[in-house]
């Protein structure tokens, strides 16, 4: 079992900055992909980049890729997700999520174990 706690959410102006974390307990990452989602009042969840942990490799939905960056600290079990340049339609709740494999998986459903989000607010 898998715990996944995300910080880092707030209120930001546009063309700001945010770095989101997630923490995981209960194991290791070793071996899954990680990814975070964001879901808006009255919109789906929807992709926005997964990590593999031990590869490294990452992927990106095409709206995100210039703008966020995710990476991986092994030392302390977290995956990040920085996130620049940021836009009033960024503004959602941002929810960790994992599983075992590969990658990358860019549907809500191939996933596991999801962290309860974190607000991000970008106001105009």
């Known amino acids: 079992q898998v715990q996944l706690v995300e910080s880092g959410g707030g209120l930001v102006q546009a063309g700001g900055s945010l770095t989101l974390s997630c923490a995981a307990s209960?194991?290791?990452?070793?071996?899954?992909?990680v990814g975070w989602f964001r879901q808006a009042p009255g919109k789906e969840r929807e992709f926005v980049t997964s990590?593999?942990?031990?590869?490294?490799?990452?992927y990106y939905a095409d709206s995100e890729k210039d703008r966020f960056t995710i990476s991986r600290d092994n030392a302390k079990n977290t995956v990040y997700l920085q996130m620049n340049s940021l836009k009033p339609e960024d503004t959602a709740g941002y929810y960790c999520?994992?599983?075992?494999?590969?990658?990358?998986?860019?549907?809500?459903?191939?996933?596991?174990?999801w962290g309860r989000g974190t607000q991000v607010t970008v106001s105009s």
């Open positions: 999520t994992a599983r075992n494999g590969r990658g990358p998986f860019v549907r809500p459903y191939f996933y596991d174990y």
């Open positions: 209960g194991r290791t990452f070793s071996g899954y992909a």
């Open positions: 990590i593999n942990w031990n590869y490294g490799n990452s």
